[in-house]
């Protein structure tokens, strides 16, 4: 079963969604459109954050921070996007010390979307592919087609179908959700407008999608406060959504139900 909705927030990309996959089951289709995706309930993601604790899970605004380094934009590299992608990914910077600590606690590590976004090392033309997002939309605020980010790679998707060799095939290993954010800019009546479309394999609504919905939003402000345009609407595609489990999250909508 699908579903699409229309909602003005974050947080409320999340309680439409988490709703229906709660009261529905597994979904294979899933679609939210964020009209102001920057937005969101902070008493919605504490409510939650509540509940991902009680479970030993790590609150919304860590998951947001593998998609954006939100914080060490506004205090360090607001401005400045090439200081940003310096301050995150030079040697002893703020991924290294993050991946230290993921080591050891034990996490199977695969990166953050934001390390593999903007670092040089998951690009061959050697500078990140946020850089190069950038650097198109400075110098054209239309560019031909959408701008694309990839995050996913062959050889650490959980189940990915590699296709052209005889000997491909499906193969399981451990790796992220999020495969690909697409950028497009739009005129609009004062000028420009830059939305975006993000594509998940996997969707978990119990740990990650209230994160994943606020880290999109702030990577999408971010890129369009660097391009000079203004944030237009944010579209997640979720091709399976689950929840599990499933009452502590149904507590959680049940309190903010209108």
């Known amino acids: 079963m699908s579903a699409f909705f229309q909602v003005e927030t974050a947080s409320d990309a999340w309680r439409n969604a988490a709703g229906f996959v709660c009261n529905s089951g ?16 902070e008493a919605v993601v504490q409510a939650v954050d509540n509940v991902l604790r009680q479970h030993g899970k790590i609150p919304c605004k860590d998951v947001a921070y593998t998609i954006f380094p939100q914080g060490l934009w506004q205090k360090l590299g607001r401005g400045d996007s090439e200081r940003l992608f310096n301050l995150y990914n ?31 090392k998951f690009d061959g033309r050697g500078e990140g592919q946020l850089k190069r997002a950038v650097d198109a939309l400075r110098r054209s605020k239309k560019p031909r087609g959408a701008i694309h980010l990839h995050t996913g790679m062959p050889d650490d998707d959980d189940l990915h179908l590699h296709t052209g060799l ?3 095939g499906m193969r399981v290993r451990g790796g992220p959700c999020l495969q690909i954010v697409t950028v497009h800019a739009e005129r609009n009546s004062h000028g420009y407008s830059l939305s975006a479309c993000a594509l998940y394999r996997n969707h978990d609504f119990f740990e990650k999608a209230l994160g994943n919905y606020v880290g999109l939003g702030q990577l999408l402000g971010f890129l369009a406060e660097s ?5 237009g609407k944010l579209h997640v595609i979720s091709g399976h959504a689950y929840c599990s489990p499933v009452g502590p999250i149904k507590e959680v909508l049940h309190a903010f139900s209108s």
Not at 227 to 231: C, F, H, Y
């Open 26 to 41: 597994d979904c294979v289709g899933l679609h939210v459109e964020i009209a102001r995706p920057l937005d969101y309930d």
């Open 227 to 231: 391009s000079e345009m203004t944030v």
């Open 166 to 168: 005889p000997a491909d």
């Open 90 to 120: 030079k040697p002893r910077g703020f991924y290294e010390r993050l991946r230290q600590h993921r080591k050891m606690s034990g996490h199977n590590d695969w990166g953050t979307y934001f390390q593999r976004m903007s670092s040089s």
